[in-house]
């Protein structure tokens, strides 16, 4: 089984974002950004992660339309939606690698 990761974005503190998808690398087969306006070198940076794909889309003030577009483009069997500044405690990503592996 594959996990997809879809997050919603804005000018997202891009070390941390890095971060999370770095951390989450072992269990997740791509990552599936959401961008709703973030400044162009932002956009370069998360199109250079490992593994992302960035979709552009313009921010229609409703966090599950902007979650939609992203669930629709992931392609894992399942998938997990996070915040950018969430980082998922040890025993999640054990729990996560377990379903990865199956």
């Known amino acids: 089984m ?13 070390d941390r974002l890095a971060a999370l998808i770095e951390y989450m690398q072992p269990v997740i087969a791509e ?20 593994d992302t794909v960035v979709i552009s889309h313009e921010w229609q003030d409703d966090f599950s339309e902007a979650r939609n577009v992203g669930l629709k483009e992931a392609i894992g069997d399942w998938t997990l939606v996070l915040d950018p500044d969430e ?6 990503l054990a729990l996560l690698s377990t379903v990865s592996s199956m």
């Open 31 to 50: 990552t599936v950004i959401v961008d709703t306006g973030s400044h162009s070198r932002d956009k370069r940076l998360m199109s250079s992660l490992p």
């Open 2 to 14: 594959t996990i997809s990761l879809v997050m919603l974005v804005k000018n997202p503190p891009m």
């Open 87 to 92: 980082l998922p405690s040890f025993h999640m």
